[in-house]
T-cell receptor
Framework: AQSVTQLDSQVPVFEEAPVELRCNYS??????LFWYVQYPNQGLQLLLK??????LVKGINGFEAEFNKSQTSFHLRKPSVHISDTAEYFC???????????FGTGTSLTVIP | DAGVTQSPTHLIKTRGQQVTLRCSPK?????VSWYQQALGQGPQFIFQ???????QRGNFPDRFSGHQFPNYSSELNVNALLLGDSALYLC???????????FGDGTRLSIL
């Protein structure tokens, strides 16, 4: 079975500062990894995905993530955050032989002016 | 190009009632998945439909059922509603079984 752990439930950060949102997964098989963002009263929007190839993945809005197989991690980073990045961020994993997504409990990012 | 659309956006029901939620997938997508997102939680997988058949199912009781139509749209039905069914229900679509999913804005279901 797969599971996803997002280590920080809330992350406050000042505007223009860097941020890292942590995600660890457990799986006995190869997986695909994703980060989604959810703004208030909206659905989830795909930020980036790792399917194969380069372990450094670049997504939308200046976000990037690095897949680390030995540490079973897929941390999300942004070098300089904006007020508009305030949202809930979800890490998700799915097996490469199926399409059932397993989501973490989310990290609430608050950017402080 | 319309994305995933869900209806209604909000719904209020009472315990014991039945509800039907609807989803139209993104253009070109043929696979629909349903998720339940309780307040403050991540989405939980309910089931997935492809070629009008339920392909995978999460840990949800039989009160939760679904259907996919030939035009790929889908319905989620929940019978004998409980207070704990109050949640945001998200529909996601993809092109095929193994592709990233695109989410709709969800239906907020409140049970009184």
């Amino acid at each position: 079975a797969q599971s996803v752990t997002q280590l920080d439930s809330q992350v406050p950060v000042f505007e223009e500062a860097p941020v890292e949102l942590r995600c660890n997964y457990s799986s006995s098989v190869s997986v695909y990894l994703f980060w989604y963002v959810q703004y208030p009263n909206q659905g989830l929007q795909l930020l980036l995905k790792y399917l194969s190839g380069s372990t450094l993945v670049k997504g939308i809005n200046g976000f990037e993530a690095e897949f680390n197989k030995s540490q079973t991690s897929f941390h999300l980073r942004k070098p300089s955050v904006h007020i508009s990045d305030t949202a809930e961020y979800f890490c998700a994993v799915t097996r490469n032989t199926g399409n059932q997504f397993y989501f973490g409990t989310g990290t609430s990012l608050t950017v402080i002016p | 190009d319309a994305g995933v659309t869900q209806s209604p956006t909000h719904l209020i029901k009472t315990r014991g009632q039945q509800v039907t939620l609807r989803c139209s997938p993104k253009s070109g997508h043929d696979t629909v998945s349903w998720y339940q997102q309780a307040l403050g939680q991540g989405p939980q997988f309910i089931f997935q439909y492809y070629e009008e058949e339920e392909r995978q199912r999460g840990n949800f009781p039989d009160r939760f059922s679904g259907h996919q139509f030939p035009n790929y749209s889908s319905e989620l039905n929940v019978n004998a509603l409980l207070l704990g069914d109050s949640a945001l229900y998200l529909c996601a679509s993809s092109r095929g079984l193994y592709q990233p999913q695109h989410f709709g804005d969800g239906t907020r279901l409140s049970i009184l």
